[in-house]
């Protein structure tokens, strides 16, 4: 129901739903080689209940691959936290509110 056949039901099996050549793809592949995927008799609970984005290896839209081996190959992940941390400083200041850590910084 979630792949072909949600696809089926929207008229877009054409174009979606499976994994085939010609067709728009998005899926990941997830790490299962962790000490919290034990015992793996049950992946589909160790996925829903102890995996984490940590365990993300690779990432596929669109049939384009854009993370492989915890890697982005697309984005500058430095200057997106770099940007990120300017972005949130402008905003407090802009807001007037006064953000003070709760542990010492010096």
């Given at each position: 129901?979630?792949?072909?056949?949600?696809?089926?039901?929207?008229?877009?099996?054409?174009?979606?739903?499976?994994?085939?050549?010609?067709?728009?793809?998005?899926?990941?592949?997830?790490?299962?080689?962790?000490?919290?995927?034990?015992?793996?008799?049950?992946?589909?609970?160790?996925?829903?209940?102890?995996?984490?984005g940590a365990d993300v290896?690779?990432?596929?839209?669109?049939?384009?691959?854009?993370?492989?081996?915890?890697?982005?190959?697309?984005?500058?992940?430095?200057?997106?936290?770099?940007?990120?941390?300017?972005?949130?400083?402008?905003?407090?200041?802009?807001?007037?509110?006064?953000?003070?850590?709760?542990?010492?910084?010096?």
């Amino acid at each position: 129901m979630a792949t072909i056949g949600g696809a089926r039901a929207l008229s877009m099996d054409h174009l979606i739903g499976s994994i085939e050549v010609g067709k728009r793809a998005d899926f990941l592949v997830i790490r299962t080689d962790g000490p919290h995927w034990t015992p793996a008799e049950y992946p589909v609970s160790n996925l829903v209940y102890s995996a984490s984005g940590a365990d993300v290896d690779t990432v596929v839209i669109d049939g384009k691959i854009v993370m492989e081996g915890r890697e982005l190959l697309h984005i500058d992940e430095e200057q997106v936290l770099r940007d990120a941390a300017r972005d949130s400083r402008s905003l407090y200041e802009r807001t007037g509110l006064e953000v003070r850590s709760l542990w010492p910084m010096e």
